[in-house]
């Protein structure tokens, strides 16, 4: 992989942001193909901590550490992770944290993967090495079960026929490559011309149960709340709705002030812990949509942190988690 050939969406709005400075610790929670993180390097000075669950990401950004002078460090793990990996690093407070969500291009473009009905290969998904495949969920997974997973991760309507259509094909052979999921959705998901494919809301469905990435990005937000020093700052780059809908929650239940009204006593409530940069998401411009579309859905947030302390996780998780799932709970 030739990471200096990606360039990540918004990558200059992102950047300009986190406004890295001399003397600064940041930390890129998504490295990907690495754009952010030549940005950060980019000013002279800096310390950079990145992170990726991803394998082959951290392998093809072995170049940049090498180039970096001892500035960048490279770790394999979850971005959920972030403040026990600056820890681990002797970082207990940095200036700003960046994160772009969601599965890559890069990713999308290896059948071996499994993540695109596009390019047939095997059903995983995995962005990392460890823990069940697309395959072994839609093997052992409830009708019941499959159908909330693909219709609240993939938003797909149709979810009860797909997951119906799904256990009675998996009772006559296993269903292990995109091709032959992509194929028992389109039987019974009708699209006209002119639409998405109709197995595009399953297979993201199935990929955000398989990497837990809403539970992610939400351990993750938090994470970055308790390590940004006051005035570091926070920019998340998200790609739909489901995972702009938590990050736009997150800082705007953090940025929150007062408690009452004018008829009611003032509710108790923690100090923000952040100061919104963006009051509405930055999205990208007409060239680079025309370059490339997956800019389309793209949205930034951004805050800055103040000297308030952490709010802390939040409430749980109110969908269906993975471990309960693949053990039929």
Avoid at 225 to 242: M, N
Wanted: with cysteine; net charge neutral; hydrophobic share 40%.
């Amino acid at each position: 992989m030739n990471s200096a050939a990606h360039i990540p969406v918004l990558g200059r709005e992102a950047v300009d942001y986190l406004a890295p400075r001399a003397g600064g610790i940041y930390v890129d929670a998504t490295f990907g193909g690495g754009g952010y993180s030549r940005a950060i390097l980019d000013v002279q000075g800096t310390r950079l901590i990145a992170i990726d669950r991803d394998r082959t990401a951290i392998a093809g950004g072995f170049e940049l550490v090498d180039r970096s002078a001892g500035r960048l460090t490279l770790v394999e793990d979850r971005f959920s992770n972030l403040a026990e990996v600056c820890a681990a690093q002797g970082v207990d407070a940095v200036d700003g944290v960046v994160m772009d969500v969601g599965v890559s291009s890069m990713q999308l473009d290896q059948a071996g993967r499994g993540f695109s009905f596009r390019l047939d290969g095997p059903l995983d998904m995995r962005m990392g090495q460890a823990g069940p495949t697309a395959a072994d969920v839609v093997a052992r997974a409830s009708e019941g079960d499959l159908a909330d997973i693909i219709y609240l991760f993939g938003e797909e309507r149709h979810s009860r026929k797909v997951a119906r259509a799904i256990v009675a094909a998996r009772q006559e052979t296993p269903i292990t490559t995109t091709r032959a999921l992509a194929d028992i959705v389109a039987r019974v998901v009708r699209s006209k011309p002119g639409d998405i494919h109709p197995a595009t809301r399953t297979f993201q469905g199935l990929r955000i149960f398989v990497n837990e990435e809403l539970d992610e990005l939400k351990t993750a937000l938090a994470a970055a709340e308790r390590v940004l020093r006051p005035g570091g700052r926070l920019v998340v780059v998200s790609f739909h709705s489901l995972e702009d809908r938590i990050v736009k929650t997150f800082l705007s239940e953090r940025a929150k002030t007062g408690g009452g009204s004018r008829h009611l006593p003032e509710v108790a409530q923690a100090a923000p812990s952040f100061q919104l940069l963006t009051r509405r998401p930055v999205v990208a411009g007409d060239d680079e949509v025309a370059h490339n579309p997956r800019a389309r859905s793209a949205k930034l947030r951004a805050a800055e942190r103040t000297s308030a302390p952490a709010h802390g996780e939040g409430e749980p998780s109110s969908w269906p988690s993975l471990a309960d799932v693949m053990r039929g709970g």
